[in-house]
């Protein structure tokens, strides 16, 4: 399919239609033709698809904040203003529909238990992509331990010096782990071809993580191993205290470096 | 619901719900495609 000017031309809500079946046959039959040589429009109608396949599970029910409706109204109301606005806002747009997708989302994580390591990957991303900083910049454990002490963290922590393992402390950070505001150690590092690598240690046992296959034995110490994504998590018991390590690197180098560095309380 | 009950339950034209449904789809895919990836799904750049 190409515009007016010959340059190429995408079908957007229409393959929205096209996934409802709400298209006429011709029009379908258009669409069809189209998806076969646009690998952009495929793209698109995989990701339309998976969304509509996973908004369609089963969520069993969820108690909704009570304004929600109003506000995702609200939300839709002003965006569909400004789109027709001479002068439109982008940061107001950006705004408006980054509030609809927090509603679906709400709704669609209320039914999918969010778990421990997710939680857990969720924070290396946001450390990853700069939405989370870290509070405190030091290449030095003992400065670290001692930040944790003053701003709340009240068990004891050990921050690992792995430079020997060609990774290098930056800092660290108090964070707020989950919704029973449970705080975590949060320090990372700097590794090899600008890897990152970020520790977590929490009150906490590993009766709370989900089931997985990758559980390792090294000195004694059992090791459970997430994959989510290209990050991989390896979570283990020291007393009271469950650490993780979360990386992107590859996922034998994030287990080994954990094997290093545990201790049995 | 179709795209016409919606729209009258909405109180809004249909094209309303139908670009409404689209751009909330789209969001909501950008929001979790990590996820998405996470488990399997392997197209996840729109």
Redesign the interface.
């Known amino acids: 399919m190409t515009g007016p000017s010959g340059t190429p031309m995408h079908y957007g809500e229409e393959l929205q239609d096209f996934l409802d079946e709400t298209l006429t046959d011709a029009r379908r039959a258009e669409v069809a033709a189209h998806l076969e040589t646009c690998a952009r429009c495929r793209r698109e109608l995989d990701a339309l698809r998976w969304v509509k396949v996973e908004a369609s599970k089963d969520v069993g029910e969820a108690e909704l904040p009570a304004d929600l409706s109003a506000r995702v109204r609200a939300a839709l109301d002003t965006e569909d203003k400004s789109s027709v606005a001479t002068t439109i806002s982008r940061r107001k747009w950006i705004a408006a529909s980054a509030l609809v997708a927090a509603a679906l989302l709400i709704v669609f994580l209320r039914g999918h238990k969010v778990t421990l390591p997710d939680r857990v990957a969720a924070a290396f991303r946001a450390y990853d992509t700069g939405v989370m900083p870290l509070e405190f910049e030091s290449s030095d454990p003992k400065a670290i331990e001692a930040y944790f002490a003053r701003n709340g963290i009240t068990f004891e922590t050990r921050v690992f010096d792995l430079g020997m393992m060609q990774y290098h402390l930056v800092g660290g950070r108090v964070h707020r782990l989950d919704d029973d505001r449970r705080i975590s150690a949060l320090f990372a590092y700097r590794g090899p071809g600008a890897r990152k690598l970020v520790c977590q240690m929490f009150q906490g046992t590993v009766a709370e993580l989900p089931r997985t296959d990758d559980v390792r034995e090294h000195n004694g110490i059992r090791f459970h191993v997430y994959g989510e994504g290209n990050v991989t998590l390896v979570f283990w018991q020291e007393g009271d205290t469950l650490c993780v390590l979360t990386s992107d690197a590859p996922a034998d180098d994030v287990v080994q470096l954990a094997f290093a560095k545990a201790v049995r309380a | 619901l179709s795209?016409d009950e919606t729209a009258e339950v909405?109180h809004i034209p249909v094209g309303?719900v139908?670009?409404?449904?689209?751009?909330?789809?789209?969001?909501?895919?950008?929001?979790?495609?990590?996820y998405?990836?996470?488990i399997g799904?392997r197209?996840?750049?729109?």
Request: proline content about 4%; glycine content about 8%; hydrophobic content about 40%.
């Open positions: 795209y909405l309303t139908r670009s409404r449904l689209y751009r909330g789809r789209r969001a909501l895919f950008g929001l979790l495609k990590d998405a990836a996470s799904f197209r996840p750049e729109i």
